[in-house]
């Protein structure tokens, strides 16, 4: 198993400022994700960040909104960048591993309101 | 266009009784079906994680089961108790997309006392 330690947990933003979200895993992991999670909806991915390269986006996210930092194998960060009350929304960061049964294990989320 | 749809969308139950969720999904081929729970304010729990060969699995209370013929997973939970009280998401991960995991919108339930 994995435990991730991520943060904040919550916090409540000024539309056009930036957020970053820490995501500390307990063990190496090759690929981490992130996701965001609208108030009522699924688990979106917003990209993977692989230690060494760049972050892979999917459809309708971009680096300049949410640029991604993997300075080594067990953490990671998501910068929410210029934010605006769309932009609130849980955000969650998520590892799996073939040797981890291919589970995939998350962070406890950030919730972000920006105001 | 691979999707992943669960029913109901939320359910209420008396603390004790059983209930089951369903899943139904259109992702072909895909590598495992998978059931978490999201308590809220918190990440996904797995609960289950079965194969295409798997027809069902067990996790305590929670048992999954799957048919990849008519491509419908369901979650039962037996004996319910208040901390089951969740969202349930279904997850599909599909190898043909480097196995990215797609989720259903998820079942909210609450259990009452």
């Known amino acids: 198993s994995a435990v991730i330690s991520q943060k904040p947990s919550r916090d409540i933003c000024q539309r056009g400022t930036s957020l970053t979200i820490q995501c500390q895993v307990d063990?190496?992991?090759?690929?981490m994700f992130w996701y965001r999670q609208q108030p009522g909806q699924s688990l979106t991915l917003i990209a993977t960040?692989?230690?060494?390269?760049?972050?892979?986006?999917e459809s309708g996210f971009v680096i300049d909104k949410f640029p991604i930092s993997r300075p080594n194998l067990t953490f990671s960060t998501l910068t929410v960048s210029n934010m605006s009350p769309e932009d609130s929304s849980i955000y969650l960061c998520?590892?799996?591993?073939?040797?981890?049964?291919?589970?995939?294990?998350f962070g406890q989320g950030t919730r972000l309101t920006v105001v | 266009k691979n999707q992943v749809e669960q029913s109901p969308q939320s359910l209420i139950i008396l603390e004790g009784k059983n209930c089951t969720l369903q899943?139904?999904?259109?992702?072909?081929?895909?590598?495992?079906l998978r059931w978490y729970k999201q308590d809220t304010g918190r990440g996904p729990v797995s609960l289950t994680i079965?194969?295409?060969?798997?027809n069902t699995k067990s996790n305590g209370r929670y048992t999954a089961t799957l048919d990849a013929d008519t491509k419908q997973s369901s979650l039962h939970i037996t004996a319910s108790q208040l901390s089951d009280s969740a969202s349930y998401i279904c997850?599909?991960?599909?190898?043909?997309?480097?196995?990215?995991?797609?989720f259903g919108t998820g079942t909210r339930l609450q259990v009452f006392p």
């Open positions: 899943c139904n999904y259109t992702v072909s081929p895909f590598s495992n």
């Open positions: 998520s590892v799996e591993e073939a040797y981890m049964n291919t589970e995939a294990f």
């Open positions: 063990s190496q992991v090759t690929m």
């Open positions: 960040a692989n230690q060494g390269s760049e972050a892979t986006y």
């Open positions: 079965m194969t295409f060969s798997e």
């Open positions: 997850v599909v991960s599909a190898p043909d997309n480097t196995d990215k995991l797609i």
